[in-house]
Structures are given as C-alpha cells and as structure tokens.
C-alpha cells in the first residue's frame, strides 16, 4: 500500500509515517515545502535504519504525494483543512482519504467548533465529492504516542464514513500498527469521534497527563 501524509512534517504525521514504514507499507511525506517533507523523510529514515527496517521513507509536495498514493491522510492543523483538500481534490478521485482532524475552537481548545457540515469528516466528503472515500480514525490517539513506535499504544481507533471497503482499508492500515479498530458507522459519527478529543483533552489537563485515550469494552477484540 502506498501512503501519502499530507502535512505529515508536524505532530501527528511522523509517527503515523514510522509505524507504517515498520509494517512495511510504503509511506510518502507530505508538505507545501518539498525540502521540509525530504528532511523529515531523511530524519525517519535515519530511525528506520537504526532499526534494522527495510522500507524508506520519501518526501514530497502534497500535491505530488496526493498524486502518488492509493490511500491519503491528512494531518494538517484544522485551519487548513478545506485549503488542503482543495488543493489535492483532483489528485484524491477514486481514492481514500483517512481524515485525522479535530476541529477545536482556537478560542478555547477545549471546546470543539464543528463546521457546519457537522464535522470535519462530512466536510472532507462535501468539498471531495463522491469520487473520493473519506474516512475518519486517530482523532483520540496522541501525536507523542504515534511517535514513539516501540511501545504499542493503550488506545481504540474509532474508524467512521459512508463507505464500506474504505473504512475496511482504513481499519487493516490501523491493525498493521497494533491497534484495535472499531467501525462506528457512517460519516456522521465522526461529530462523536472527534468531539471526544476534546473530553481527552480536558481529562489529560485534569491528571497532569499527555496521552489519555479510550478502551472500548464488552466487545470482541
Ligand atoms: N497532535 C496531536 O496529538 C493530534 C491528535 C489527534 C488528532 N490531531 C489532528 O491532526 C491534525 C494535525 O495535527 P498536528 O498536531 O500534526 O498539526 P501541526 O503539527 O500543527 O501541523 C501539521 C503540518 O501541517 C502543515 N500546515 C501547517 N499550517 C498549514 C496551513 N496553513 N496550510 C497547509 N498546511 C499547513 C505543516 O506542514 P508543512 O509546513 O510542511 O506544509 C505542519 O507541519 C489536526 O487536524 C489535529 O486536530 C492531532
């Protein structure tokens, strides 16, 4: 499988980048800079070889990885979520797209200010149009975590959208890193997924803690 991350130079994309780059998928970077995505492709990779992996990791423009990949994710900040989405929609036809994006309030980053789509997820599928599989999952799942690709992270995925095969894609992708992952529905649950980060958010600040996630129970695992 080939994986672009668009926005993959931040927080969230690089763990994402290592623990797939482990499972041995093939990931691409993604940047609005090629030399950043080069350069934290080549700080990786540094980490795959000590490693011992034998993928590598390359870096790109989000265009060029959007164009590259069968499977997107987006990780760039909420602010940009429809700007980037744009920039790639041609690139993105007949493909999934993984939205990681938590549309807190910039005001009060405990609080969520859903578009009025309803959620950042609907909004994916309402600028991409249905050509385009837009999936849900890592919302609840903190950046530090990801990055850390050694120890396995106590954490669901919740994996949500309106296709099917695509969520099906998207949970096998979230297995290859040790994660369970659960279908919980359409779209539309991604209000409730991505609205619990912002309760984990407050639940970390409470405990003085950085990577509270959720364990869901009473199910098959
Ligand atoms: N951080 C977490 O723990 C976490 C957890 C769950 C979900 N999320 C979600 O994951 C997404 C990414 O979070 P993050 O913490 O990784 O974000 P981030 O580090 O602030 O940004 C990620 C990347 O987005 C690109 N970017 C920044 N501003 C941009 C703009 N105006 N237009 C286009 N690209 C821009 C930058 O890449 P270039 O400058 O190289 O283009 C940056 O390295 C967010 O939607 C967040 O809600 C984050």
Redesign the pocket.
């Known amino acids: 499988m080939k994986i672009a991350i668009l926005?993959?130079?931040?927080?969230?994309?690089p763990g994402l980048a290592l623990r797939w780059a482990m499972a041995g998928e093939e990931v691409i970077i993604g940047?609005?800079?090629n030399e950043?995505?080069e350069k934290v492709a080549a700080e990786l990779n540094a980490e795959l070889a000590q490693d011992g992996a034998k993928t590598r990791i390359r870096g790109t423009d989000?265009v060029t990885a959007a164009g590259e990949a069968e499977t997107v994710v987006l990780?760039?900040?909420?602010?940009?979520?429809v700007?980037?989405l744009e920039s790639v929609k041609e690139q993105l036809r007949g493909k999934v797209l993984v939205d990681?994006?938590?549309p807190?309030d910039p005001e009060h980053p405990r609080r969520m200010k859903m578009p009025a789509a309803g959620s950042?997820t609907e909004e994916a599928q309402a600028v991409l149009g249905p050509d385009t599989k837009v999936v849900a999952a890592?919302?609840?799942?903190?950046?530090?975590l990801l990055r850390d690709p050694h120890h396995p992270i106590d954490c669901d995925v919740l994996v949500c959208g309106d296709d099917a095969e695509a969520k099906k894609t998207v949970m096998g992708l979230v297995a290859k890193m040790g994660m369970q992952a659960y279908d919980v529905g359409p779209a539309e649950s991604a209000r409730v997924v991505e609205g619990l980060?912002s309760i984990l958010i407050r639940l970390n600040i409470r405990h003085k803690v950085k990577g509270g996630g959720i364990r869901l129970a009473g199910l098959p695992r």
């Not at 926005?7 to 994309?13: A, H, P, R, S, Y």
């Open positions: 926005g993959g130079t931040g927080d969230q994309g940047s609005r800079s950043r995505a989000n990780t760039v900040p909420y602010s940009a979520h700007s980037t990681v994006s938590v807190l950042a890592f919302q609840n799942v903190a950046a530090h980060t």
